[in-house]
């Protein structure tokens, strides 16, 4: 297995700048010229872990209710965040969400990971909750965008009622308390450097930057000069 320098991403797919977060990151990932020596591990975190699995309240109605902020301050508070996403190419209909606890959505994401679907479960989760109002606390709703990213159904449903899952969410959460994280995004660099908020792509990319520069000096790339000889490869064959 290559050896590669890990990020981790603790992240609510409720929050707004967390996908804003994602998509800067990935721009500037995109430019890194080692990009492939990168591993990203998304990581939970629930911004509200009492919020209701039946919806309640719009996403005013409860930054309203449940934050104790003017209608006037929240209504502008989203509009300046849907003008942020737009610059990151994404489109937010805040109107349309659907406020609910973020709990069975990230039991599927910590599925997901264990598929090598993590990012691919949270880039469709946003997309879902952001962009398309849906539930993301319905199962049907998830087991559906699920099948949508490539993973079995049946698997899925079983997700859901694993305590393996839950317990994977919870460790996330308390390791996020153990480094120090108060909100998300948050970006953890080789356990090294930490990131808090949605950074512009090029912020991103100058601490990526740094980090492997670090990294790399403390694990080389092995590039061996090969002498060619007879010999058998796994498949069986001997030459």
């Excluded at 919870?170 to 390791?175: F, K, L, P, T």
């Excluded at 953890?188 to 990319?205: C, H």
């Excluded at 492997?212 to 000096?217: D, N, P, V």
Aim: proline share 3%; net charge negative; with cysteine.
């Amino acid at each position: 297995m290559t050896n590669k320098m890990k990020i981790e991403i603790w992240s609510d797919v409720l929050c707004p700048f967390c996908y804003i977060g994602k998509r800067n990151f990935e721009r500037a990932l995109e430019q890194f010229t080692d990009k492939n020596s990168i591993e990203v591990e998304w990581k939970s975190f629930q911004l509200d872990p009492s919020m209701p699995e039946v919806a309640t309240n719009s996403y005013i109605d409860y930054l309203v209710k449940h934050k104790g902020m003017p209608v006037e301050q929240v209504t502008g508070m989203l509009n300046n965040v849907t003008q942020s996403a737009k610059q990151a190419g994404l489109e937010y209909n805040l109107d349309k969400a659907v406020m609910v606890n973020s709990l069975q959505a990230h039991k599927l994401i910590q599925f997901a990971k264990s598929k090598g679907l993590g990012n691919e479960a949270e880039e469709r989760l946003f997309l879902a909750f952001f962009t398309e109002g849906k539930n993301i606390a319905d199962l049907d709703t998830l087991t559906q965008l699920a099948k949508e990213i490539g993973l079995d159904e049946t698997e899925v449903k079983t997700a859901f009622t694993n305590e393996k899952y839950a317990s994977l969410v919870n460790q996330d959460m308390q390791e996020a308390k153990q480094i120090g994280v108060q909100g998300v995004p948050f970006f953890v660099l080789n356990r090294k450097y930490g990131i808090s908020g949605a950074q512009p792509s090029d912020a991103f990319l100058d601490n990526l930057k740094q980090a492997f520069s670090e990294w790399r000096a403390q694990n080389p790339e092995i590039n061996l000069e090969v002498a060619q000889g007879q010999s058998c490869i796994p498949d069986g064959m001997c030459e």
